[in-house]
């Protein structure tokens, strides 16, 4: 018995003596595992005498279960020190005031252009877009504006080097003439997007500004559905008492044409109309070019500039802050 007595004192020492859990593998492999002197014990039972046998079996167990007790009770010690280690190691200091990140937006003049395709897209109105690239057949001739129209000039137009006949359009009318070409009456359409003209900037002006254009085909379409339509959009997005008032114009794209100003009461009981946008009962010479007939079908369209409204909404006096990225400024929208 005394091989097996000095086994239990070597094997509980040096459980006790196991520092971390990878060292108490290894005292359970060098203790119990195949090459350990209990296996070589048990193996040597078979040579017993049954009466020693049975003695012998019963010390082996009380060995394998005093080994198992202080193994197990060695485990969740080291175990838990393994675990507060870690723990210390990962601390975090939760007291540390975190980095403010502040919540970003859409930018002024996107939230705009959301809110005006909002108040049409709720009239009916559905959105429609073309490439700021564009062809000039598209950007003039089948609008209405011939090769030598002083428009042509008025407009500033950028051209595309190296591509015959391709401009950065100079409005979003084209969209229109595209989207007529390529589908049936009743035909209503608002098109956002960037214009470019070779404009020098200033307060009022930017050779990068955009538009939403609009367009509405359908049988007996006339000016007032046209006043009515624009009514309401200015309601919506300057306030319910607001009126509008059609000054004639002309575009080459129109007949007839009208500018078309919004009512606005200024501080100090000040009355007076700001221009919004341009106008009009869509051309027959557009219809006919877009191959819709216009002894059936007649239209009204119309275009405005997104910078301009936010301008009058947000009172903002120079374009110049829509583009400058100004944290200061971009904070208050
Ligand atoms: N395309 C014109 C411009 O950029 C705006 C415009 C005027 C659009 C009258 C229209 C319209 O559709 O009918 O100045």
């Known amino acids: 018995m005394n091989d ?13 003596a196991a520092e971390h859990l990878d060292d108490l593998d290894e005292v359970r492999v060098r203790f119990t595992g195949k090459r350990s002197d209990l296996t070589a014990i048990q193996k040597g039972m078979r040579d017993l005498e049954p009466e020693e046998r049975k003695a012998r079996g019963q010390a082996l167990n009380a060995f394998r279960e005093a080994f198992q007790a202080a193994f197990d009770a060695r485990y969740e010690q080291l175990q838990g020190a393994a675990l507060r280690e870690r723990l ?22 996107t939230q705009v252009e959301q809110e005006m395709l909002d108040v049409f897209i709720g009239m009916g109105f559905r959105v429609a877009e073309g490439p700021e690239a564009e062809s000039g057949s598209y950007n003039f001739d089948l609008l209405n504006i011939e090769p030598d129209h002083p428009a042509r000039q008025e407009m500033d137009t950028i051209y595309v080097d190296g591509f015959d006949d391709v401009v950065l359009r100079t409005h979003t009318s084209p969209v229109q003439s595209r989207v007529m070409t390529t589908s049936e009456p009743p035909i209503a359409v608002v098109c ?36 009515g339509t624009l009514l309401a959009f200015a309601r919506a997005m300057f306030g319910a008492d607001r009126e509008i008032r059609l000054r004639p114009s002309f575009f080459p794209f129109t007949e ?4 078309v100003d919004v009512s606005f009461d200024g501080p100090g009981g000040n009355h007076g109309w700001l221009e919004i946008l341009g106008a009009g009962m869509v051309d027959p ?19 405005i500039g997104i910078e301009r409204v ?20 971009l904070a208050r929208f």
């Open 4 to 16: 097996l007595d000095a086994l239990q004192r070597d094997a509980l020492a040096a459980i006790e």
């Open 88 to 109: 210390e190691a990962e601390r975090l200091d939760l007291t540390l005031p975190p980095r403010r990140v502040p919540p970003g937006r859409p930018h002024l003049l």
């Open 192 to 227: 956002p997007g960037r214009t470019y003209r070779a404009d020098a900037v200033d307060a009022t002006h930017s050779p990068v500004f955009s538009q939403i254009e609009g367009l509405y085909v359908a049988e007996d379409v006339h000016m007032a559905h046209l006043r």
């Open 256 to 259: 007839p044409s009208a500018e």
């Open 285 to 303: 010479n557009v219809l006919t070019f877009c191959g819709i007939d216009p002894d059936r079908y007649s239209g009204f369209a119309f275009g």
């Open 310 to 329: 936010a301008m009058l909404r947000h009172q903002v006096r120079d374009i110049r802050e829509l583009f400058e990225a100004d944290a200061r400024f």
